[in-house]
């Protein structure tokens, strides 16, 4: 019986910490879609994995209105460790869904941005999941995220996650 309950409530969650805000910034002279996310546990996600889609409305041939899910390439979309941040990204070409638009589109098509992320819990050996949605108004346009990450004098990474939700304008 103890057995049981301590299965029951030792289960892992996921612990991550999203951005409150997703940036679009310039990256090598293109526009790139991006979002944040740390993980807060004390111990590592492995074989982390993410996945990214746009909501966009759309009127068929017929004249009928719809919202349709599109799948959005990310740069990197997996990461055999993850333990401290991972910034997800979208580059804004051609191929994507989100060519052509600028803040006034997304708001007036009332975008909405899903995430998700999988993952292994390294010490549980469980699989644990993450989702999280950034509406328009939730993504600054011309902005980069603050950074979060410093090494110390033993040459350790440090993430300082009293910075995470902070984005900064570009200066032109």
Do not use: C
Not at 43 to 54: C, K, L
Not at 59 to 77: F, I, K, N, T, Y
Not at 103 to 125: H, I, K, P, S, W
Request: aromatic share 8%; glycine share 6%.
């Amino acid at each position: 019986m103890t057995g049981l309950v301590f299965a029951r409530f030792s289960r892992p969650t996921s612990r991550i910490l999203w951005a409150r805000r997703a940036v679009i910034t310039p990256r090598n002279g293109v526009p790139t879609l991006q979002f944040r996310l740390a993980n807060e546990r004390g111990n590592n996600v492995i074989e982390a994995t993410m996945s990214a889609g746009v909501l966009l409305r759309e009127v068929s041939a017929e004249g009928e209105q719809l919202a349709r899910m599109h799948d959005l390439m990310l740069v990197r979309s997996r990461s055999p460790l993850f333990a401290l941040t991972f910034t997800g990204m979208h580059v804004i070409d051609a191929t994507s869904p989100l060519y052509g638009y600028d803040a006034e589109r997304l708001a007036r098509e009332d975008v909405r941005v899903y995430l998700n992320m999988t993952g292994l819990d390294a010490t549980f050996g469980q699989t644990i999941h993450a989702v999280h949605l950034y509406l328009h108004e939730d993504i600054d346009w011309n902005h980069r995220y603050v950074d979060v990450l410093e090494n110390n004098d033993d040459g350790a990474l440090i993430l300082h996650l009293e910075h995470f939700h902070e984005t900064k304008p570009i200066l032109r």
